[in-house]
Nanobody, 116 residues
Framework: QVQLAESGGGLVQPGGSLRLSCAAS????????MAWYRQAPGKQRELVAR???????TYTDSVKGRFTISRDDAKNMVSLQMNSLKAEVTAAYYC??????????WGQGTQVTVSS
C-alpha cells in the first residue's frame, strides 16, 4: 500500500505562487507515474500535470508555461510549482501515483484558493 501526504495548499492572491508537495510512504515498487489532479466544486476531477519515472511531463493546456511538475525519487516526492495563479485554478488538488506493484493511489487533497 502507498500512503500519500500532500502539503502546500492555501489562499493566495491572483498573480501569486504556490508550491504543492506530495510524499509517498509505505510499501511499493516503482512509482511509474506521479501526477496532480484537481477538482473544482461542481466539476469533474481533471488532470493538471503528470510526470513519468523517466521524467516525461504532461500538462493540461491551461497551465502550460505557468505550472511545473517535478519529482524526487530519492525522497519519493512529487511537487507542483504553480506561478501566475488565476482565480479559475481554485480547486482541491489531489496527488496521484501509479505504482508498479500495487496500482493507483490518491492523496486526501489540499485546497488551493486564488482570491483577492
Amino acid at each position: 500500500q502507498v500512503q500519500l501526504a500532500e502539503s502546500g495548499g492555501g489562499l493566495v492572491q491572483p498573480g501569486g505562487s504556490l508550491r504543492l508537495s506530495c510524499a509517498a510512504s509505505g510499501r511499493f515498487g516503482r512509482l511509474l507515474a506521479m501526477a496532480w489532479y484537481r477538482q473544482a466544486p461542481g466539476k469533474q476531477r481533471e488532470l493538471v500535470a503528470r510526470i513519468t519515472y523517466g521524467g516525461e511531463t504532461t500538462y493540461t493546456d491551461s497551465v502550460k508555461g505557468r505550472f511545473t511538475i517535478s519529482r524526487d525519487d530519492a525522497k519519493n516526492m512529487v511537487s507542483l510549482q504553480m506561478n501566475s495563479l488565476k482565480a479559475e485554478v481554485t480547486a482541491a488538488y489531489y496527488c496521484n501515483v501509479f505504482d508498479s506493484r500495487a496500482g493507483d493511489f490518491w492523496g486526501q487533497g489540499t485546497q488551493v484558493t486564488v482570491s483577492s
